[in-house]
C-alpha cells in the first residue's frame, strides 16, 4: 500500500523558508494528485497546494506567491517550498494522495475529502 512519510518541518522566525518533502511512491507521484494540508490547533483541515496527474497546481490564496509545490524526477518525491513564513502559517504540515480509479476535478484538488492517503505530519512552528 501506499505510504508517504514528510519531513522538513521545524522552527523558523518570520520570514524565513522551510523546504517540505514527502516521499511517496513513484507511481502514486506521477499518476495521481498530491497535495499539502495543514492543520493548526481548533482549525479545520485546510488544502494549501496540489498538483494534479496533468500537472495542474492550485494553490491556496493564502499561500499564494510565497509557496510552491513540485516534483522531483523521476517524481519519487512532493515538495513544498514556503518562503517568506508567517505566523499564521504555524501548523501541522500533511502530504495526501489519492489513488481513486477516477480523476479529481480542479475545483476539488484542495479538498482534503478528494484525498485517501495521509501522512503523519511534520510540524511547522514560525515565530
Known amino acids: 500500500h501506499v505510504q508517504l512519510v514528510e519531513s522538513g518541518g521545524g522552527l523558523v522566525q518570520p520570514g524565513g523558508s522551510l523546504r517540505l518533502s514527502c516521499a511517496a511512491p513513484?507511481?502514486?507521484?506521477?499518476?495521481?494528485?498530491m497535495g499539502w494540508f495543514r492543520q493548526a490547533p481548533g482549525k479545520e483541515r485546510e488544502g494549501v497546494a496540489a498538483i494534479g496527474s496533468d500537472a495542474r497546481i492550485r494553490y491556496a490564496d493564502s499561500v499564494k506567491g510565497r509557496f510552491t509545490i513540485s516534483q522531483d524526477n523521476p517524481k519519487a518525491t512532493l515538495f513544498l517550498r514556503m518562503d517568506n513564513l508567517k505566523p499564521t502559517d504555524t501548523a501541522m504540515y500533511y502530504c495526501?494522495?489519492?489513488?481513486?480509479?477516477?480523476?479529481?476535478?480542479?475545483?476539488?484538488?484542495?479538498?482534503?475529502?478528494?484525498?485517501?492517503?495521509w501522512g503523519q505530519g511534520t510540524q511547522v512552528t514560525v515565530s
Open positions: 495526501a494522495a489519492e489513488e481513486y480509479d477516477y480523476s479529481i476535478d480542479f475545483d476539488h484538488f484542495l479538498d482534503a475529502s478528494s484525498y485517501n492517503i
Open positions: 513513484g507511481n502514486t507521484v506521477s499518476r495521481h494528485c
